[in-house]
């Protein structure tokens, strides 16, 4: 399970700009495509709602939710009350996708997580403490100990990000993905932690089942209008679905997953995306999340270079042993 260097990801997706550079032309139906006649996806894409993941349950998760969406929450003008992770509005992405859905989730109609399979492993981390556990930690954030970097969420050590996925899922910052196309190849660049997916559309086969990568092994083609990717070959050191940063599911050995996005119109990019895992879950489900069209442009998440809270959690904790042992 290998990562692209820097330099070879930045000269692929450089490479693929420009190709995607070229002269486009307009369907009949107002569709904007490339020169070779598929439909442009291409762009910065902002995928931020604050639409939850399920629909609401009760009365309690229906005020946390309406509470997620005041636009006086946290504000950035004032100190923040309480225990709120030191981030207000002046860090977060807090604006509505404008749909007035009550969940992400548009299949099962209960827009609920399906039932999970016996002994399936769900893990629960904590943000801010240690919490009992074992390893792999599949989850994003959080972490069961303080021994090493393994002890620690996957994406707290930057091996994946808090919302690249796959799937994409929406969290409070950093929701942007920038779209290269070529005639053969689709490129899916997340700013948080950037990383980069390069997906074939020559119609080769998945890689050997025994090669299991990260992010997993993405294949695309075209169904009509709408590009359609699918993922398989994940490692089990992740999970089969995130329902949050400090929450995972199953293992990602035995999960498939497929994409699709497509463009209703010039200013949106509709993502959808299917979980297929059935040693994890009874049934499959799908997500809808649409893509705002930015007019900004992607930062490097220098993750690594930046990384002082996992540094800094070992080496309080091998200060704080130090400080046991002299006593």
């Not at 550079?21 to 996806?41: E, F, M, V």
């Amino acid at each position: 399970m290998t990562r692209m260097c820097s330099g070879v990801v930045g000269f692929l997706v450089f490479s693929v700009a420009i190709s995607g550079l070229q002269a486009q032309s307009s369907s009949d139906s107002g569709l904007r495509r490339t020169s070779w006649g598929s439909p442009d996806l291409q762009g910065v894409w902002h995928f931020n709602t604050n639409v939850p993941l399920e629909s609401p349950r009760d009365a309690g998760e229906i005020a946390a939710a309406e509470r997620r969406s005041e636009p006086d929450w946290r504000l950035p003008d004032r100190p923040p009350e309480g225990d709120v992770g030191a981030y207000n509005t002046f860090w977060l992405d807090i604006a509505g996708d404008g749909t007035q859905r009550k969940a992400q989730i548009i299949d099962p109609p209960d827009g609920r997580i399906p039932a999970l399979r016996d002994g399936v492993d769900v893990q629960f981390g904590s943000l801010y403490a240690d919490h009992p556990g074992s390893r792999p930690v599949r989850y994003r954030s959080g972490g069961i100990g303080t021994d090493g970097p393994e002890d620690r969420g996957v994406a707290v050590r930057c091996i994946i990000g808090f919302n690249s996925g796959p799937p994409m899922l929406p969290i409070g910052y950093n929701n942007n993905m920038q779209l290269f196309q070529t005639s053969n190849y689709v490129v899916i660049l997340n700013e948080m932690v950037h990383d980069a997916r390069v997906v074939p559309l020559d119609g080769r086969s998945h890689l050997p089942v025994g090669i299991r990568q990260w992010m997993g092994d993405s294949r695309g083609h075209w169904d009509g209008d709408v590009l359609v990717i699918e993922t398989t070959n994940f490692t089990d050191k992740t999970a089969s679905f995130n329902p949050s940063i400090s929450r995972a599911i199953g293992t990602g050995e035995t999960l498939t997953l497929i994409e699709r996005f497509s463009r209703p119109n010039e200013e949106t990019l509709e993502y959808e995306y299917t979980i297929m895992d059935p040693t994890t879950f009874l049934d499959s489900f799908t997500t809808s999340i649409p893509m705002s069209l930015s007019d900004g442009q992607i930062f490097e998440y220098a993750c690594h270079e930046g990384n002082h809270g996992l540094e800094n959690i070992l080496r309080g904790a091998r200060a704080e042993e130090s400080v046991s042992q002299t006593r």
